[in-house]
């Protein structure tokens, strides 16, 4: 299975935009990029996914590079609730399986 | 986005019983259903995969008959663990799809086994 490399941890200010990185050099043509975030001791949350082009919802924007090696998710103005951690995970059309990383812990400061 | 729930949310039971937990897709009919596994500070571990009206599809070293699986509807799946021992204490989440498309996760359920 693909997988994928995000860092451990990041701060960030409330109320200022935050880009966490993924790296999934390994990538096929057929995997799709998720994003989900996970609160503690609670189930993940959908965020986001997109396949090559850049995505947007109401919660945050997927960018994905152009050799789609890499992504990275937005999150436009951070909120103390957005405090979790991010999970970039990518999965098959085929068989659709999620492989869980170790994911980033994002860390808002008021 | 969808609504996926699980009963109960925590359970304390003693080593040697067994059981189930349920979870159950509130606004739409889930063609898959898969169960993870939780240890503290770590992340989640796939354990079965699970497709309405057929036999689940459990991961490597997950013992199927020690994690017993039944998908019998298009909105509900459960998961019994018997004869739970103490190693088995950990956080299950359920999350649901239908036809491949987005999961949705239920709340998790915490198991502690005396």
């Known amino acids: 299975d693909a997988k994928t490399t995000q860092p451990n941890s990041m701060e960030s200010n409330e109320e200022e935009p935050v880009h966490l990185p993924c790296n999934h050099s390994?990538?096929?043509?057929?995997?799709?990029i998720h994003w989900y975030r996970q609160l503690p001791s609670q189930g993940p949350e959908y965020v986001i996914h997109g396949l090559t082009s850049n995505v947007n919802n109401r919660m945050a924007s997927l960018a994905i590079a152009e050799d789609r090696k890499s992504s990275t998710l937005i999150l436009h103005r951070a909120t103390l609730r957005d405090a979790a951690v991010y999970y970039c995970i990518l999965s098959t059309d085929s068989n659709y399986q999620l492989i869980w990383g170790a994911g980033t812990k994002l860390i808002i400061k008021p | 986005g969808a609504v996926v729930s699980q009963h109960p949310s925590r359970v304390i039971c003693k080593s040697g019983t067994s059981v189930k937990i349920e979870c159950r897709s509130l606004?739409?009919?889930?063609?898959?259903m898969f169960w993870y596994r939780q240890f503290p500070k770590q992340s989640l571990m796939l354990m079965a995969t699970s497709n309405e009206g057929s036999k689940a599809t459990y991961e490597q070293g997950v013992e199927k008959d020690k994690f017993l699986i039944n998908h019998a509807s298009l909105t509900l799946s459960t998961l019994t663990v018997t004869s739970a021992h103490p190693e088995d204490s950990s956080f299950y989440i359920c999350?649901?799809?239908?036809?491949?498309?987005?999961?949705?996760f239920g709340p998790g359920t915490r198991l502690l086994v005396l």
């Open positions: 999350s649901a799809s239908r036809f491949q498309e987005t999961q949705y």
């Open positions: 390994t990538i096929s043509g057929t995997d799709y």
């Open positions: 606004d739409f009919q889930a063609t898959t």
